[in-house]
T-cell receptor
Framework: DTEVTQTPKHLVMGMTNKKSLKCEQH?????MYWYKQKAKKPPELMFV???????INESVPSRFSPECPNSSLLNLHLHALQPEDSALYLC?????????????????FGDGTRLSIL | QKEVEQNSGPLSVPEGAIASLNCTYS??????FFWYRQYSGKSPELIMS????GDKEDGRFTAQLNKASQYVSLLIRDSQPSDSATYLC?????????FGPGTRLSVLP
């Protein structure tokens, strides 16, 4: 079990559906991340939130919309996805981001949501 | 030019042997280095962090860092079949995590 909880574990959706992925951590971390991981590839960073503010958007298509309602929660809203968006979506958190003191902080990952687009 | 490089493998070692996994990085100002283990279909799990030159041991795992050579390695002693997984090297470059492509390790019984 990880200290970062992601729901749902699996999601199958059509290209016209709207769904959301959820992530929760109770470690008091102030940085949260969304990654996308395709089979046999490393995780690719999508978004970074620091103190509930979006700090990095790695040129992610607008059909992915992140939201950070509070310091413990991170959502990823999905709309009009394409089959190539099928992947494992990972949420991670770390104590801080964007400051020199944060460079020693590892990221802790949730179990991921396996997303399949029909 | 890739920022973090690893041999993709697969690296096959017999049970009980030492598995040696290597990682090189390009950004000289990187200060923090991490090894993650990822089983097939699962999420990455942090197994080692290292910040200073030299060796750091934790159980059967030893991380080695050489900043002058921009090289970090992970040794797994007494390898077990349960160690079979993909090992991801991650480097904290200017406050962004950069993952290597991962090395697939197979420990043969």
């Amino acid at each position: 079990d990880t200290e970062v909880t992601q729901t749902p574990k699996h999601l199958v959706m059509g290209m016209t559906n709207k769904k959301s992925l959820k992530c929760e951590q109770h470690m008091g971390h102030r940085a949260m991340y969304w990654y996308k991981q395709k089979a046999k590839k490393p995780p690719e960073l999508m978004f970074v939130y620091s103190y509930e503010k979006l700090s990095i958007n790695e040129s992610v298509p607008s059909r992915f919309s992140p939201e950070c309602p509070n310091s413990s929660l991170l959502n990823l809203h999905l709309h009009a996805l394409q089959p190539e968006d099928s992947a494992l979506y990972l949420c991670a958190s770390s104590s801080q981001w964007g400051q020199m003191t944060s460079s020693n902080q590892p990221q802790h990952f949730g179990d991921g949501t396996r997303l399949s687009i029909l | 030019q890739k920022e973090v490089e690893q041999n993709s493998g697969p690296l096959s070692v017999p049970e009980g042997a030492i598995a040696s996994l290597n990682c090189t990085y390009s950004d000289r100002v990187s200060q923090s280095f991490f090894w993650y283990r990822q089983y097939s279909g699962k999420s990455p799990e942090l197994i080692m962090s290292i910040y200073s030159n030299g060796d750091k041991e934790d159980g059967r795992f030893t991380a080695q860092l050489n900043k002058a050579s921009q090289y970090v390695s992970l040794l797994i002693r007494d390898s077990q079949p349960s160690d079979s997984a993909t090992y991801l090297c991650a480097v904290n470059e200017r406050q962004n995590f950069v993952f290597g492509p991962g090395t697939r390790l197979s420990v043969l019984p």
